[in-house]
């Protein structure tokens, strides 16, 4: 009824990867209900994030004043009631807290050189922001020590396709389902943390499309599939590598399309012949007869493609996984035509956009290496001047640790959580409670703001524009919907005001000066502009022409590598870092639940959100359940070699006997107290997927 509200506005979802459009309806200056539009990802669906998530925004806990430590504060530590934070915290002006954060972080710099201060951004701000946020570093502190939560995400899934395919991001949009007869569904549960994704899969497998799901723990989307290999957790090269074992040994494989557009087949065949899958079995418990089924599935299909997610990424073999999945397409030359890709899901709603924008250590914006002289003396001249460091920055796990030994005295934390997101979180919290200076911008005193010196109250992605760019390269308008509370501020603001304090030249009055900048060194961006934006609701990079909807599918001619070839990169099988033994005898696994996002900072706010699941809880099997002697619904205490909690166990049938799952949501009963912070030497990931546990009956 148009009488129950005042006015509407087109968005996006703040939540996950997929970038599902909105209409928000907005009575007496709040949002008053999200419905689902017509959008290139979501067709009209939202899940129950996008639906009913978005109250928090109104949550009395928002942020609404700039706050400063008190200097009678009690020991810096995760002792701050967010609803009464006055023991700790004052209330102070903008400017005072704007001069406070800068002067902070500019006499470290003048003291201990640039080198001792750090940034986090995130995938929650827009890519003006995250743009923004990775300059703030490189120019006004002199090196690339600037990172986001893509490390703790993807981080993997890119190295691994920078290397083997020449480019980060996806090669077909999910969408492209709807064309491929057969989909490998590996290391994801997209009915959980991509719903939307996921109806698009469920609509593949109705129309008779073959799925074949991968994944050590069950997942809901199993009912919809041909097959379901659920395999031993920690094992996805042997998995994988005998799939295409049975390819090489059968002939299955594409050899025009190797001939024509890979490099490196012939060491990977002769490589690849170890891997059978009687000896492979043995270790990641598939039958061999189940693995030569799927291969020749997958081998035998016109136009196959494979998701993955953070199952496959979150381990210390995370990019050898990632290159598994490659070789696996460019075998059956399953990419560059409709139907056929390699879609890493990515999680947060501009994690994406955010790592294009340069938020990552290693690369300039559009993955242009730090280290290339050229890249250098671009963006020297875009900077008016700046000169960059030529060496690739710290990672969020190493910068941490740097924090930790002391070598880092100085943080600017932009909306990420790291005293709830990183791995053996107590070791995080003790290193934030070390910095000189912490500046913590973001929109609820989140657990990281409990360390902080400087708290800058921010905005919610309805409350501010700017664009960002979903799993599937689409560029998208999030249009501002509602003013933010109180004082708060848009975050680019707030980046533009402190960085005129520590000295640099910045003069932009609107994102879109901000976009028009980063045109000038991404080709991503070509031919995309915000009035095209604004005019068309999403355009899908690379676009070839101001009326080219742009590429759903990429890579039809080649890769962006030498020779436009792809390459086939062999993978070894590595142990986890850590494997059960008598005192740790089971595997401990994280991720997320469909009600709750990431840290809990913004669904926990949510009314529905939080009605629907509200209390910490993890899966065991029901046998591991009675063998413990604790009823579903009990508590259940769970120990590693970093720490302990105590949660409400469930029995779910979904998860091996050997195995517990622990959503990262709850503070209560963090699930990174016990993650090992064992990382990937290639992407830098932590090993979020497996750790050797103990559970008891407490
Ligand atoms: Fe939001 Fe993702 Fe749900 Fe879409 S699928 S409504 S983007 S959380």
């Excluded at 890119?158 to 077909?172: F, I, P, Q």
């Excluded at 016109?302 to 397409?329: E, K, P, Y």
């Excluded at 995080?428 to 109250?457: G, K, S």
């Excluded at 910045?506 to 502009?529: A, C």
Aim: with cysteine.
């Amino acid at each position: 009824d148009s009488k129950d509200f005042d006015s509407e506005q087109q968005s996006v979802c703040p939540f996950c990867g997929v970038g599902c459009q909105v209409s928000v309806k907005i009575k007496d200056g709040k949002v008053k209900s999200v419905e689902g539009i017509n959008g290139p990802a979501n067709e009209g669906r939202l899940c129950v994030k996008g639906r009913f998530g978005f109250d928090y925004i109104h949550h009395p806990h928002r942020l609404t004043k700039p706050l400063i430590r008190r200097e009678d504060a009690p020991e810096k530590g995760l002792n701050v009631d967010p609803s009464n934070p006055w023991t700790h915290f004052r209330e102070a002006t903008w400017e005072e807290a704007l001069d406070k954060a800068a002067h902070g972080l500019q006499d470290l710099r003048s003291y201990y050189g640039g080198q001792s201060v750090a940034g986090f951004g995130s995938a929650k701000c827009t890519n003006e922001e995250a743009y923004l946020f990775q300059k703030f570093i490189r120019q006004g502190f002199g090196h690339n020590n600037v990172d986001h939560c893509t490390r703790l995400c993807h981080a993997s899934s890119v190295s691994a396709l920078m290397e083997n395919v020449g480019s980060g991001a996806v090669t077909a949009t999910f969408n492209e389902i709807e064309n491929a007869d057969v989909a490998i569904v590996i290391g994801s549960n997209p009915t959980e943390n991509h719903p939307v994704a996921a109806t698009y899969f469920k609509q593949f497998t109705k129309r008779g499309g073959e799925l074949i799901i991968m994944d050590p723990r069950g997942t809901a989307m199993k009912r919809h599939a041909k097959h379901m290999l659920q395999f031993r957790p920690g094992t996805d090269v042997s998995l994988l590598n005998a799939i295409m074992n049975v390819i090489v040994e059968e002939k299955l494989y594409d050899r025009q399309y190797i001939e024509g557009f890979t490099e490196g087949f012939f060491e990977f065949r002769d490589h690849i012949r170890a891997f059978t899958p009687e000896r492979m079995s043995e270790l990641c418990g598939i039958a061999p007869e189940v693995i030569r089924e799927v291969a020749r599935t997958f081998a035998g299909a016109q136009r196959a493609m494979i998701f993955w997610g953070m199952g496959v990424s979150q381990h210390i073999h995370g990019t050898d996984n990632a290159r598994c999945l490659i070789s696996l397409a460019l075998l059956c030359g399953h990419v560059g035509r409709p139907g056929t890709g390699l879609h890493p899901l990515r999680g947060q709603n501009n994690v994406q956009g955010a790592s294009d924008a340069g938020l990552i250590p290693q690369f300039m914006p559009d993955y242009q290496s730090v280290t290339d002289p050229e890249v250098r003396s671009l963006f020297r001249h875009i900077w008016k001047g700046t000169d960059l460091l030529d060496q690739p920055g710290l990672t969020v796990v190493e910068i941490m640790d740097r924090v930790y030994r002391g070598e880092i005295k100085g943080m600017y934390i932009l909306g990420e959580n790291p005293a709830m997101s990183d791995p053996d979180v107590e070791h995080a919290r003790r290193a934030l409670a070390q910095l000189d200076h912490l500046v913590v911008q973001d929109i609820f005193l989140t657990e990281t703001a409990n360390f902080a010196d400087v708290i800058l109250p921010a905005s919610a992605l309805p409350e501010k524009s700017g664009t960002v760019t979903n799993t599937n390269r689409q560029v998208q308008v999030a249009r501002k919907v509602v003013d933010a509370p109180g004082e708060a501020r848009e975050d680019w603001e707030i980046l533009v005001a402190l960085a005129r304090r520590i000295g640099l030249d910045w003069d932009y009055d609107d994102p879109r000066e901000v976009f028009d900048e980063m045109k000038m060194s991404m080709r991503s961006l070509h031919h995309i502009t915000w009035k095209r934006l604004e005019r068309d609701s999403a355009v899908t990079y690379p676009t070839f022409g101001p009326d080219d909807p742009g590429q759903s599918v990429v890579f039809a001619d080649g890769f962006p590598r030498r020779a436009g070839r792809a390459k086939f990169t062999p993978a070894r099988v590595t142990p986890p870092a850590e494997v059960p033994d008598e005192s740790f005898p089971m595997i401990l696994t994280t991720g997320r639940q469909l009600e709750h996002w990431h840290t809990g900072s913004m669904t926990r706010r949510a009314t529905v959100l939080d009605a629907v699941e509200p209390e910490a809880n993890c899966s065991l099997h029901p046998s591991t359940l009675r063998k413990l002697g604790v009823e579903p619904g009990g508590l259940v205490r769970l120990t590693t070699r970093r720490g302990a909690v105590e949660v409400m166990a469930r029995a779910d049938r979904a998860v091996a006997p050997d195995m517990v799952f622990l959503p990262f949501a709850y503070v209560e009963a963090a699930a990174n107290i016990l993650t090992n912070p064992a990382l990937d030497p290639f992407g830098k990931i932590p090993e979020f997927k497996y750790s050797a546990v103990r559970v008891e009956n407490p």
